[in-house]
């Protein structure tokens, strides 16, 4: 009896166990970060108050004083003090700003067109066969590696620098969604080949002048290939996934390409459904008063959940369904992909849509997308999927177990993976814990980076 009340147990797992051990995990993260956080929207301020709240001028701190920035200061390491996301308000928040902004600039036409060269080169050399089986987020990685190198060198990038740029931004995604360990060496290299470039004066826009040299590498290396990079395959996998399984969608971006208006549309419908950042937080610096009872002091740690506040105002949410951005306006809508306007909002917001748009274009004239694979907003399994060449397809059979086998295959490796996560998440949380990067860091210094002389010396710390 209890060997098959265990055949049954295993057997099941897919069914159980990952969703018991991403609850776990979860727990294991809020216990040991030990932030008192509040997350909106909540059951007493909820999405009508969201905006308000997130928008709100002393909702402005980013990394001092809360837990959490010594995790994700852990993830973005090298230099995660200049990243233009963690770093607080002032001069050289200011100077960062402007950096990115003017490096991501340019008319649409050339942004559109560089994506679509690179998206194109990169599907010629990896999806060339009749049926290939990839994850689209590798198989995305190495064309906004390009994309990005191209904006900061303005010249075609080289294969070892590509190979450089995939090898960081994949060990700080899969180091994220605790899928993998950090490798500090790999992301070493990327800083020493961008430290010869920059002393060489190859940039094309001239970096923070407030920053030294070292951090002016730093500031490059988080913010355009690691983020951008980052951001950018992430979200090209989640919109491919989604028309892997929706083809009638995929089939009408592909017919009528030039239909901005239908691929706004599935783009929003993505990212209302996955938006990339799950959480985005903020450490007020100030009062904020929300009622005659409620106020939140200075030094509060505020969540603000993208997903919930997306699901919010929309008949059946749960639904991918572009078409009901005919009937809501996206600024009408409980919408935010790229963050609130008032409140640091993604310098990429105008950028990205274009070149998603050039390379999903690239993509569906050449292959035609498949997947019975889970999708969830975290995309741990960065987005199995076979392509299939346009105009050769499989036999109907034959892509039928294709597909069962995918389905299987992807199923099992969630129990494996879930676990895998757990103990590598639960490892890093204690690793961030004791290095404390974030909170050591403001021990020795101030708000411009600049040392505080009565303290200890900051330890650096040093590639494993
Ligand atoms: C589709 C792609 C992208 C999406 C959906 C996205 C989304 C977001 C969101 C929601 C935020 C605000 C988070 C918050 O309030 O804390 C943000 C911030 C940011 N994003 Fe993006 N992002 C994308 C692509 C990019 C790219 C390509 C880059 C860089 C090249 C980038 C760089 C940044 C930076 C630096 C910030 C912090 C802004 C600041 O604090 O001033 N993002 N992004």
Redesign the pocket.
Known sequence: MTGLLAAAAVLTAPRWLPARVVALRRRVFEGVNGDHAITFPNAEFGPDRFLEV?GHPAANG?SRGAGLSDLFWYWLSPGPEV?????EEGPR?DD??RT?RA??AGPADALSAAAARCAGRVLDERAGGRATLVRLRDLMAPV?AEY?YELVFGEPCPRAARDLIVGHADDVASALKCTGLRHPARRARLTRYLARRVAAGDVRRPLPASLSPAERVHYLQG??FT???V??S??MAHLLLVLAQHPEVAARLAADPDDDRYFAHVLDET?RLY???GI???VTTGDIALDERTTLPAGSVLC?S?PDYHASGHDRPEVFDPDRWDRVPARAAHH?????AA???????R???L??RAATGEVLRRVTLHSTAGHTRSLPNRGPCLLVRVGEPLPPRRLAVLGALLRLRDRWEDVWRSVVQLVLGTVMVLHARRLRLAERYFDTRDDRGCPVPHRPPHTQETPE
């Not at 409140?343 to 917001?349: D, F, G, K, Q, V």
Request: net charge positive.
């Open positions: 997130y980013r990243h233009q996301e963690h770093l928040y960062a700003a990115t490096l991501l906004w990005f913010t355009l983020t951008g990079v951001q950018m992430e979200a990212f938006p990339l950042f985005a937080h903020r603000f993208y935010i992909p790229f963050g609130v409140n640091r909002p993604c310098p990429a917001w950028l990205s849509p070149a998603l």
